[in-house]
């Protein structure tokens, strides 16, 4: 069948959508966007993982079909892509990843030739949070107008700098800071503005309503952490750095930014002695990875155990049913461990 014949079958919006996206006549005549009568004339959008998905779909409303590449209840770190989701993102018009947290993604993203493709870690910035170092993982002063420099502890984590990527450097939880999130929400407004310009004003007035809504979010953990009886928060998956940073609290991790590393016996002896110093009360454990290690920890130490959630996916656990409820049970779960006024 000749090109020409193969055009016929698609719509002349999805032709001039394509080459308004820059694809080549290739990917534009491919038989899946011929036969795909579906999303043929919607932004075909491929998401890392649950948080990249939230954004795209609250932005993209009914102009995008998204694909999350992480399935629900699969721990994010673990993802191993079939061919036929190497495919799919190959196919898309527009993937939203976020460099670092999953390797089997990068790879394939990197080898994917999409245009419009978009590293969330590049719309805001990383810093370094690191979970061992006497366990402040506090960034540093001056780091934009957080208002909360006062609070935070003097010590800070090794290696302060905003180093991209390298190995155990970057913390590339940024979703769990509302404030860096509207900021990765804003640079995927505007990139899907690009990716889209037909669709333009509607990716703007939903990134603005995103945006205002996370700012409430903001809001109400500045005002519900203002006054607790203590600051420190021992968790197993050291995933709370940018959120214990922003209102100044203390995220001890057990293990580090991996969720599934073993603590050693001296950490556990160690988060014991500080729990103690700093009146923790409780050990987080999070609703994809395993609970055993804060059971024991608490039992050994005393202490209570709670869930927060890092939101690395949503499932029928999950305590709330998006970001933004989750970010609120969050909020409610702090509030009780850390004694708020």
């Known amino acids: 069948m000749s090109v020409m014949n193969v055009r016929r079958l698609i719509p002349t919006t999805a032709v001039a959508g394509a080459v308004v996206l820059g694809l080549t006549a290739l990917s534009a005549c ?11 004339d919607k932004l075909k959008v ?28 699969v721990e994010p770190h673990d993802l191993e892509l079939t061919p036929r989701q190497i495919g799919s993102i190959s196919e898309s018009d527009y993937v939203l990843y976020l460099k670092g947290i999953q390797p089997a993604v990068d790879d394939a993203v990197e080898q994917s030739g999409v245009q419009n493709t978009v590293d969330a870690a590049t719309l805001t910035t990383l810093e370094n949070h690191g979970s061992e170092v006497s366990g402040h993982d506090h960034g ?32 590339p939880h ?12 804003k640079g995927v407004g505007k990139s899907l503005e690009k990716a889209d310009p037909d669709h333009a004003a509607d990716y703007k007035k939903n990134t603005d309503a995103l945006v205002a809504e996370l700012g409430e979010l903001n809001t109400a953990y500045e005002t519900g952490l203002k ?15 940018y959120l214990a940073e922003r209102y100044g609290l203390t995220q001890q991790g057990i293990a580090g930014i991996d969720p599934e590393a073993e603590p050693s016996p001296a950490r556990i002896q160690e988060i014991h002695t500080i729990a103690e110093k700093d009146k923790a009360t409780t050990v987080f454990f ?3 990875a395993s609970d055993r290690t804060a059971k024991t920890l608490a039992k050994d130490t005393g202490l209570k155990t709670g869930v927060l959630d890092p939101l690395e996916g949503i499932t029928d656990k999950s305590r709330g049913a998006d970001y933004i409820e989750v970010m609120e049970s969050n909020l409610a779960a702090l509030r009780k461990a850390l004694g708020a006024k």
């Open 174 to 185: 940024i979703w769990l800071d509302p404030v860096k999130y509207a900021e990765v929400a």
């Open 286 to 288: 999070e609703t994809l």
């Open 30 to 40: 491919s038989t899946s966007d011929a036969a795909d009568g579906g999303s043929g």
């Open 140 to 171: 540093h002063e001056g780091e934009e107008e957080h208002g909360h420099e006062e609070e935070a502890p003097e010590e800070h984590s090794e290696g302060d700098g905003h180093n991209h990527g390298e190995e155990g450097g970057a913390d």
């Open 46 to 73: 491929t998401a890392s993982f649950y948080p990249m998905q939230f954004l795209t779909e609250r932005i993209g409303g009914d102009h995008v079909a998204v694909t999350g590449l992480t399935k629900p209840g």
């Open 227 to 241: 006054n607790t009886s203590t600051k420190t928060f021992i968790t197993t998956h050291s995933a709370f750095g």
